[in-house]
């Protein structure tokens, strides 16, 4: 008999306790089936051996009935007794090396990985697939720590792109997440997870198979999404910077037309500002830090502000929140690092949130970008930190450290300094526009992220448009600023400042942007 072929797309994993209690597990498992879950794997830390084997027998005639592989956890005897087609061991159980020794050639065998080390063991010793996690929080377990999508990546990397080794996610894995895990994982070699394995999403659902038809919808839309992403098939239907150029001044007519509501999670510092500057631009601000109106405010907010300026746990559980149910309505996330690195818990702060939700367009200083960079593992040169202000250009070559984070995380990547740098990973450009006084007074980059989710709200199929416009609107009207006669230093800049964002006209935005392709 040979090995089964197997759809490890979505991996039941069983567990009595967290059972929906309308049902049986069998019921569970027949239902989860019938939406669309293609393995199951029987888990069960509290049965002896003999009470495991028959309730394995009876899962095994359902899983059978549908031609769907049944593997057991970390019991070879029982496996081997009921004839499942594999089985799955932990780093504390049976070893790998063992377990394949008594299960002979033709089963399946996975095991479970929390670092690329363990990652490359498994690959080394014969396993069939890894079980990488723990993803997020679970009530199936308390990890020590958990991977996030970020550390979900790296262990992928350890991985020859061209090895037959399959991978699934585990750990907090739910129809609200399961895309953006799929698709935020991706590793740079082009590996992209074979399946996301559930526990509670389904088996504590109130409907077993809706909830696998939500999850296995989910997780093949990240599937697609990245694997086109790494095929570049998306990169046909981006607009060529010639073109993104000559739209603006159609974005800022159909910004002060349409007047789009931004939610923003800001700094108490510069709250009032963002808000006029916002205003003045031609959209519409809500200045919201509490989680509990996130999910509804989701529903009526175009684009989202997370500024983590003035850290504290309410604004954080806030922009956890937000972000969730943002990503969840299809809406623009904008993310403003302030001083990121500066501190460990801004440091934390940005990992938890970058892992935590998907990120459309990141704004920050070289400091900033380069503290993301290490984070999410993307090769750039090391600058150091000092405070929340910019560094400058900080790069001996900006636009490839735009280019590469924006390309290692999904997304749009703008970077300010001396010389704006804006990146999707694909087109880059050096924004040359900008007065010396955005400099100099408090909340200009908070402020330029305003205008970025403002824009990002009327251009959702183009992100990088939206980061560039946002950019050269805001440093159009600090020239423009500058230049006026009442202004005699940067307490008078300011309020000149809000003045020119709402005196800037369409055509300023063709004639007067200083923009070149790097």
């Given amino acids: ?66 031609n769907v592989p049944l593997l057991i956890n970390d019991n070879i005897d029982v496996a081997l007794a009921i004839d499942a087609e594999g089985a799955h061991v932990g780093q504390d159980d049976i070893t790998c090396v063992e377990a394949r020794r008594l299960l ?9 990985t929390g670092t690329p080390q363990e990652a490359q063991k498994a690959l080394a010793d014969g396993a069939d697939y890894i079980g990488i996690g723990t993803c997020f929080m679970t009530q199936t377990k308390t990890p020590k720590r958990t991977l996030g999508p970020i550390g979900v990546r790296a262990i992928l990397e350890a991985i020859p792109a061209d090895h037959p080794m399959r991978t699934v996610v585990i750990g907090g894995i739910k129809h609200d997440n399961t895309r953006r895990t799929v698709s935020h994982s991706a590793g740079a070699n082009g590996r992209v997870l074979d399946g996301i394995a559930v526990v509670t999403g ?36 981006r607009a060529s910077i010639e073109d993104v150029l000559k739209s603006f001044p159609q974005l800022l007519s159909t910004l002060r037309e349409k007047s789009p509501l931004t939610h923003h999670i800001s700094n108490y510092v510069v709250m009032n500002d963002t808000a006029n500057a916002t205003l003045a631009l031609g959209g519409s601000p809500i200045m919201a830090p509490s989680a509990d109106e996130a999910e509804d405010l989701s529903k009526v907010v175009s684009s989202v502000v997370l500024n ?63 503290t993301i ?63 010396p006084y955005q400099g100099r007074i408090t909340g200009s980059g908070c402020m330029i992220a305003s205008a970025i989710a403002s824009f990002a709200a009327i ?21 423009h600023a500058g230049a006026r006669d009442d202004v005699r230093g940067p307490g008078t800049f300011r309020a000149a400042f809000i003045d020119e964002m709402a005196n800037l006209t369409p055509e300023q935005m063709l004639t007067e942007a200083r923009i070149k392709t790097v």
Avoid: W
């Fill in 104 to 112: 002979g050639p033709n089963k399946i065998l996975g095991i479970s």
């Fill in 308 to 370: 983590i300026g003035t850290l504290t746990q309410s604004f954080v559980e806030c922009m956890l929140a937000a972000g969730k149910h943002a990503n969840a309505q299809g809406k623009a996330v904008v993310f403003d690092p302030v001083g990121a690195g500066a501190t460990k818990l801004r440091e934390t702060t940005t990992s938890n949130i970058l892992n935590a939700m998907h990120v459309d367009i990141i704004k920050g200083n070289p400091g900033e970008i380069s």
């Fill in 459 to 479: 251009s959702p199929n183009d992100h990088f448009a939206a980061a560039v416009a946002g950019i050269l609107a805001l440093n159009l009207a600090g020239e």
């Fill in 373 to 435: 960079a290490n984070l999410t593992g993307c090769t750039a040169e090391s600058i150091a930190m000092r405070g929340v202000d910019s560094l400058g250009d900080g790069f001996s070559n900006p636009a490839a450290v735009v280019q590469a984070v924006a390309k290692r995380e999904n997304c749009v990547v703008a970077m300010t300094g001396k010389v704006d740098y804006v990146s999707d990973g694909v087109r880059t450009v050096a924004i040359n526009n900008g007065h």
């Fill in 1 to 66: 008999m040979s090995k089964p072929i197997v759809d490890y797309s979505l991996y039941l994993v069983t567990d009595s306790g967290l059972n929906h209690p309308s049902r049986t597990l069998l019921q569970s498992v027949e239902d989860s089936i019938r939406g669309g879950v293609t393995l199951v794997q029987l888990r069960e830390k509290e049965l002896d051996t003999e009470a495991f084997t028959a309730l394995a027998r009876q899962v095994h005639a359902v899983t059978k009935k549908y």
């Fill in 202 to 237: 389904i088996v504590g659902a109130v409907d077993a198979k809706v909830a696998s038809e939500q999850l296995l919808s989910e997780f093949k839309a990240g599937y697609e999404s990245a694997s086109h992403y790494f095929k570049g098939e998306n990169s046909a239907a």
